[in-house]
Structures are given as structure tokens and as C-alpha cells.
């Protein structure tokens, strides 16, 4: 999963419905770190010979353990299958791979987790290679030990499947990059890129060496001028200017840091003013930033890459970190093909966050992507519905009495009526509340279809961040702790193809802002709002938010106790 900096809400603590359910439940989840969780064991007060479906969750990153921290863990039989057995903030990754916060700092143990949740729980530390949708089963192996068979492979059935298994980091098949390159996605990552980083500065140390191989040695490059590459190429900046260069005075004017983009600019997905003060600043810091290259082959001692301008160019290297996007877990394709997903990316699901093509399997975080209805595939159900007196046109009146059903379930028109580029129909339909003549005006289907025409421009897809992931487990554990009452009292939009209600509202996500630490106590900040904050005033805000989005006040504790050991002592350079 690409990790960004971001600033999100807390969870909600879990809803105390209590409805009951017959059959089994497995939830999977989409999240860094693949896992699975299931939950079982009737209820005190649930009628007698009543049994709890099974809910079976993949994965403990932060989809998968937000989605267990908020469900009513009285009303499923939980399991949860996962090959780590803690969660992980992953934000902070890049901290940890220089010494600015411990690596046990920012996890957490998954059964501490599921302990104070209470209720009863099964965790397994393995992973899933193999779901059976068909039959409702997962193919699980564990490394930790082996069956009768000798192989450590075991069955899971469910009733509810959540996937949340996050994604693997994508190499777009460069050659070497597997081979040769380092990737930043858990904590096993951070801790070898440390060790590697202190490698090259004792190499470089050794005497034997001439200067253009300590200068081979302690050219740091990353590749990827996203959150992540950027992040991590200034903190390894201020780890070197702040704490290696006293340790190794000799070598220091020799370390090299670059930034390889294949883009024009870095941070694209950033106000313009974070992207060109980002720029600005790296270049001051001496971190060369290589906008326009794009990396073809990367060999043990040299990386090559291309840009248009300057054709092949070969850089010898001595540690590399691989930060270029996302890609999908292996077993995850397998079970696109089976459900006819080939053709994808990523797994699709609808607004409800429920796979497609597939009954009783949930899909969040990383792994999976909303397929967000299109207004235009709809057009003609929707002119149905909103067609009350069935007379063939419809009346502005008519289309207002739908309107904010047309909303939930199509965010799109919502938006772009908001961006006020409706003609026609569309501008009738807002001036015309109120308006008893303009209310009157009838308008043919073709018309209708003409003024909703580019409202799907609007559709985009989320990002892949820890902020959608966490969204995205807590909304899916409230529909299930009301999965119950829903079924009796529908709380969603009209049904446009069928009759009746939506059980819920569907999924939308709320961007609360996100940060992008750039060095030497300074950090730029986008907040809603178009409201943007460059300097050090928004690194206090990124170390405030940080803090108080841990998962427990452990955590919370060693993080503020890494920081405050780093400004009194500085970063350990211990290469363990």
C-alpha cells in the first residue's frame, strides 16, 4: 500500500446494536499486511439453538484492525487470519528507517487489540493463498509449522469474508528492482534499510577504499517522488547532516541523496505551492531531484534510466529504496480471474464495499477499489423512478422529489452541480425549487439524458492511503453491527434498479488533509478547505495529529518518547 502522510478522524467507538444473525461471516479486508479475522461463539442472550455467523477477516492493517476495534464482536464468531500478528502505523515508517522512532514504537500486538475488545476470537498467524467463493472457503498456510501432511496448509469456512490483505509494492517488471532494491511498505522493510544505510557509511569508512568507491557507496537514491520517497529521502537528509556527519567526519562531504521521478514534478498529488516549495527546498538541502527520468533496469552496483532529453543514463549506487506505487498480492489476482475480474487492477467493489460478482465478500484498504456507479448506465431506471405519474416527461418538481436519493447514490451529481458547469435541465432543476412555473416544465428522456451527460467526469478513484483504509473498516463494521435492523428499517437511498430501499447509506469518504514531512523540522500541510501550511508551525501539527492517531496509549507513549530521545540524544546509529 502506498503510505501517505495524512490527518484523519479517530474511530468511532463500536455501535451497540444487537441483532442477530444465523450462518457464517468472513470479512476481507484490503490493508497492509495480509491477515484474516473470524469471529464466533453464540451470544448470552441470543434464543437458544441460535448460532453466530462467521465472520472471517484477511489481514491486520489498518482496514482490517479498524474494521475489529469497531465491530460488535457480540454478535459474529470472529477470526482473524493474518501472517503478522501486530498492526502497524505505517506512516511513520520512514522515521523508523533512520533512528527517529523505534521500530516496536509503532506496533501493536493484534491480540492486545482483540483483548480489549473482548468477546470471543480466534487469531491464526498465517496467510491466505487461495479463497474458494464457491464453497465459502479460504486455503490458509502457516510458516510456523507443518500439519500431518508436512505442509502447514488448513481450511477456513465463513459465512461473511472481509479481505484486507493491503498490496504489495509494484515494480512495473523493471529488471533487477526485486534483486537489488529495498521497499518501504512494513516494518521488517524500515529495519533492513537501516542496517543497510549504516553498511554503507562503515564500507565507505574502510581504508582500503579510493574515493570514487566511498563516493559509489554513499550515493543513497530513491526511487518514487511520492509521499513516501520524499519522506524518507529527508529524513535520511537530516539523519546524515545531523547525526552521521559527526560520526563520520572523513566521508560526510561524499554522501550523495537522489530522487528519481518519472514525473515532471514531485508530490503531484499536492497543492502546487507544496510541490514547488518541496523542489525548491531539496535543492537547497543538496538533494538532487531527477524530475522526467524513468528508471529501466537497476543492477547490483548501477541504476539505469531514461529520460527523453538525455537518452540511457548509468549511476553507480550503493543503497537503493524502491517507493514507485501499488500492486496486487498474488492470490488476490487469482481471485479476480475466478470471479471475472482479470481485466482490473485492483478488486472492484460496489459503494457498499461488497466484491462484485461475488456473494458475502467484503473487499477494503489497499486491495480492492469502489466501482462507483455511472450516472449514464442508470439513465433510464433512474427517469423511471423519478416518473411517478408514469406520463413519459418528467417535471422539475419530479426530479427535486428524487434529488437527494440521486445524490447519496451518485456522489458525481452532487459535484458536479456543485461546480456549476450543468446546462439545461440541470440548471432548471437548481433554479427551479421553489419556482411553481419552472417546477411545471416537463422534459423527455433524451433531454434528461443530455443534462446529465458529463456528470460522470466526476468520478474518481480514492487513493491508496492509510486515511481511506481506516474510513473504510469502521463504515463496513457499523453496517454489519446493524446489518439486523437494516434488514427491517432500510436506511439508504432508493433502489433505482428494484424496489424499495438500500439497507445502508453507501461508503463516502471524508478527506480530512494530509502532510508531506520535507526535513529539518518543517512539514507541508493541505487541510480542507484549500487551506495550505509550509514551515515548522506544521510540524508541531504533523507530530500533534501523529501522536494522537496511535492506536494505544503504548504506542502513543514510546512515539512522544522516541521524539523527545532524538532531540536530547539524537538518533541512534547502532546498525541493528
Same mark, same amino acid.
Given at each position: 500500500?502506498?503510505?501517505?502522510?495524512?490527518?484523519?478522524?479517530?474511530?468511532?467507538?463500536?455501535?451497540?446494536?444487537?441483532?442477530?444473525?444465523?450462518?457464517?461471516?468472513?470479512?476481507?479486508?484490503? &490493508?497492509?499486511?495480509?491477515?484474516?479475522?473470524?469471529?464466533?461463539?453464540?451470544?448470552?442472550?441470543?434464543?437458544?439453538?441460535?448460532?453466530?455467523?462467521? !465472520?472471517?477477516?484477511?489481514?491486520?492493517?489498518?482496514?482490517?484492525?479498524?474494521?475489529?476495534?469497531?465491530?460488535?464482536?457480540?454478535?459474529?464468531?470472529?477470526?482473524?487470519?493474518?501472517?503478522?500478528?501486530?498492526?502497524?502505523?505505517?506512516?511513520?515508517?520512514?522515521?523508523?528507517?533512520?533512528?527517529?522512532?523505534?521500530?516496536?514504537?509503532?506496533?501493536?500486538?493484534?491480540?492486545?487489540?482483540?483483548?480489549?475488545?473482548?468477546?470471543?476470537?480466534?487469531?491464526?498467524?498465517?496467510?491466505?493463498?487461495?479463497?474458494?467463493?464457491?464453497?465459502?472457503?479460504?486455503?490458509?498456510?502457516?510458516?510456523?509449522?507443518?500439519?500431518?501432511?508436512?505442509?502447514?496448509?488448513?481450511?477456513?469456512?465463513?459465512?461473511?469474508?472481509?479481505?484486507?490483505?493491503?498490496?504489495?509494492?509494484?515494480?512495473?517488471?523493471?529488471?533487477?528492482?526485486?534483486?537489488?532494491?529495498?521497499?518501504?511498505?512494513?516494518?521488517?522493510?524500515?529495519?533492513?534499510?537501516?542496517?543497510?544505510?549504516?553498511?554503507?557509511?562503515?564500507?565507505?569508512?574502510?581504508?582500503?577504499?579510493?574515493?570514487?568507491?566511498?563516493?559509489?557507496?554513499?550515493?543513497?537514491?530513491? !526511487?518514487?517522488?511520492?509521499?513516501?520517497?520524499?519522506?524518507?529521502?529527508?529524513?535520511?537528509?537530516?539523519?546524515?547532516?545531523?547525526?552521521?556527519?559527526?560520526?563520520?567526519?572523513?566521508?560526510?562531504?561524499?554522501?550523495? #541523496?537522489?530522487?528519481?521521478? /518519472?514525473?515532471?514534478?514531485?508530490?503531484?498529488?499536492?497543492?502546487?505551492?507544496?510541490?514547488?516549495?518541496?523542489?525548491?527546498?531539496?535543492?537547497?538541502?543538496?538533494?538532487?531531484?531527477?524530475?522526467?527520468?524513468?528508471?529501466?533496469?537497476?543492477?547490483?552496483?548501477?541504476?539505469?534510466?531514461?529520460?527523453?532529453?538525455?537518452?540511457?543514463?548509468?549511476?553507480?549506487?550503493?543503497?537503493?529504496?524502491?517507493?514507485?506505487?501499488?500492486?496486487?498480492?498474488?492470490?488476490?489476482?487469482?481471485?479476480?480471474?475466478?470471479?471475472?475480474?482479470?481485466?482490473?487492477?485492483?478488486?472492484?467493489?460496489?459503494?457498499?464495499?461488497?466484491?462484485?460478482?461475488?456473494?458475502?465478500?467484503?473487499?477494503?484498504?489497499?486491495?480492492?477499489?469502489?466501482?462507483?456507479?455511472?450516472?449514464?448506465?442508470?439513465?433510464?431506471?433512474?427517469?423511471?423512478?423519478?416518473?411517478?405519474?408514469?406520463?413519459?416527461?418528467?417535471?422539475?418538481?419530479?426530479?427535486?422529489?428524487?434529488?437527494?436519493?440521486?445524490?447519496?447514490?451518485?456522489?458525481?451529481?452532487?459535484?458536479?452541480?456543485? &461546480?456549476?458547469?450543468?446546462?439545461? #435541465?440541470?440548471?432548471?432543476?437548481?433554479?427551479?425549487?421553489?419556482?411553481?412555473?419552472?417546477? &411545471?416544465?416537463?422534459?423527455? @428522456?433524451?433531454?434528461?439524458?443530455?443534462?446529465?451527460?458529463?456528470?460522470?467526469?466526476?468520478?474518481?478513484?480514492?487513493?491508496?492511503?492509510?486515511?481511506?483504509?481506516?474510513?473504510?473498516?469502521?463504515?463496513?463494521?457499523?453496517?454489519?453491527?446493524?446489518?439486523?435492523? /437494516?434488514?427491517?428499517?432500510?436506511?439508504?437511498?432508493?433502489?433505482?434498479?428494484?424496489?424499495?430501499?438500500?439497507?445502508?447509506?453507501?461508503?463516502?469518504?471524508?478527506?480530512?488533509?494530509?502532510?508531506?514531512?520535507?526535513?529539518?523540522?518543517?512539514?507541508?500541510?493541505?487541510?480542507?478547505?484549500?487551506?495550505?501550511?509550509?514551515?515548522? &508551525?506544521?510540524?508541531?501539527?504533523?507530530?500533534?495529529?501523529?501522536?494522537?492517531?496511535? @492506536?494505544?496509549?503504548?504506542?502513543?507513549?514510546?512515539? #512522544?518518547?522516541?521524539?523527545?530521545?532524538?532531540? #536530547?540524544?539524537?538518533?541512534?546509529?547502532?546498525?541493528?
Amino acid at each position: 500500500m502506498r503510505w501517505t502522510a495524512f490527518a484523519w478522524e479517530s474511530a468511532s467507538r463500536a455501535f451497540n446494536n444487537r441483532p442477530t444473525f444465523t450462518g457464517l461471516v468472513v470479512v476481507l479486508a484490503a &490493508s497492509s499486511g495480509g491477515g484474516l479475522v473470524a469471529y464466533a461463539d453464540s451470544q448470552p442472550d441470543q434464543p437458544q439453538g441460535f448460532k453466530k455467523k462467521k !465472520v472471517v477477516v484477511l489481514g491486520t492493517g489498518w482496514a482490517g484492525t479498524t474494521f475489529l476495534r469497531n465491530l460488535d464482536s457480540k454478535l459474529y464468531d470472529v477470526q482473524v487470519i493474518s501472517p503478522r500478528n501486530y498492526f502497524a502505523f505505517t506512516p511513520l515508517l520512514p522515521s523508523v528507517t533512520c533512528g527517529t522512532v523505534e521500530p516496536r514504537s509503532v506496533v501493536e500486538p493484534i491480540r492486545r487489540i482483540l483483548e480489549k475488545k473482548g468477546g470471543d476470537f480466534k487469531f491464526w498467524e498465517a496467510e491466505c493463498f487461495k479463497i474458494d467463493p464457491a464453497n465459502k472457503k479460504i486455503h490458509c498456510r502457516s510458516n510456523m509449522g507443518t500439519n500431518l501432511d508436512g505442509n502447514g496448509e488448513f481450511l477456513v469456512d465463513y459465512d461473511y469474508l472481509v479481505v484486507a490483505v493491503g498490496a504489495r509494492s509494484n515494480t512495473f517488471n523493471t529488471p533487477g528492482v526485486t534483486e537489488n532494491c529495498h521497499f518501504l511498505k512494513e516494518v521488517e522493510d524500515a529495519q533492513k534499510i537501516r542496517r543497510s544505510v549504516m553498511d554503507c557509511f562503515e564500507k565507505a569508512s574502510l581504508p582500503y577504499l579510493n574515493e570514487e568507491e566511498r563516493k559509489k557507496n554513499l550515493h543513497f537514491v530513491v !526511487v518514487g517522488g511520492g509521499p513516501t520517497g520524499v519522506e524518507f529521502a529527508a529524513e535520511l537528509h537530516d539523519f546524515v547532516t545531523e547525526d552521521l556527519s559527526k560520526l563520520y567526519p572523513s566521508i560526510q562531504h561524499l554522501v550523495k #541523496i537522489s530522487l528519481i521521478e /518519472a514525473a515532471d514534478h514531485i508530490l503531484t498529488m499536492f497543492d502546487k505551492r507544496i510541490t514547488n516549495f518541496a523542489e525548491d527546498k531539496f535543492g537547497r538541502d543538496g538533494i538532487d531531484v531527477k524530475t522526467g527520468y524513468k528508471v529501466v533496469k537497476v543492477s547490483k552496483d548501477a541504476i539505469t534510466m531514461q529520460n527523453p532529453a538525455t537518452g540511457d543514463i548509468t549511476v553507480p549506487y550503493g543503497m537503493a529504496v524502491w517507493s514507485t506505487g501499488i500492486g496486487t498480492r498474488p492470490f488476490v489476482v487469482d481471485f479476480m480471474k475466478q470471479i471475472g475480474q482479470a481485466n482490473r487492477r485492483v478488486l472492484a467493489t460496489d459503494e457498499w464495499l461488497r466484491v462484485r460478482e461475488c456473494d458475502d465478500v467484503y473487499a477494503v484498504g489497499d486491495c480492492a477499489t469502489i466501482n462507483q456507479r455511472r450516472v449514464m448506465e442508470d439513465i433510464s431506471e433512474i427517469f423511471r423512478v423519478a416518473d411517478k405519474d408514469k406520463s413519459g416527461t418528467l417535471t422539475v418538481k419530479e426530479i427535486q422529489d428524487i434529488l437527494e436519493d440521486i445524490y447519496v447514490r451518485y456522489p458525481q451529481v452532487k459535484l458536479y452541480m456543485k &461546480s456549476k458547469q450543468l446546462n439545461g #435541465i440541470a440548471d432548471l432543476i437548481r433554479t427551479g425549487k421553489g419556482d411553481t412555473e419552472k417546477e &411545471s416544465v416537463e422534459l423527455s @428522456i433524451e433531454e434528461f439524458k443530455k443534462a446529465l451527460s458529463l456528470v460522470d467526469s466526476q468520478v474518481k478513484n480514492l487513493p491508496a492511503t492509510a486515511q481511506v483504509a481506516a474510513q473504510q473498516g469502521q463504515y463496513l463494521a457499523t453496517c454489519f453491527n446493524k446489518m439486523q435492523t /437494516a434488514e427491517e428499517n432500510p436506511e439508504g437511498p432508493i433502489r433505482i434498479r428494484g424496489e424499495g430501499r438500500h439497507r445502508f447509506n453507501p461508503f463516502r469518504y471524508r478527506h480530512l488533509g494530509q502532510f508531506a514531512p520535507l526535513g529539518g523540522e518543517q512539514t507541508a500541510a493541505q487541510l480542507p478547505g484549500d487551506w495550505v501550511s509550509i514551515g515548522h &508551525s506544521s510540524q508541531w501539527l504533523w507530530y500533534s495529529v501523529y501522536a494522537t492517531k496511535q @492506536i494505544s496509549w503504548r504506542t502513543r507513549a514510546l512515539v #512522544i518518547s522516541d521524539w523527545g530521545r532524538r532531540f #536530547i540524544f539524537g538518533r541512534d546509529s547502532s546498525g541493528i
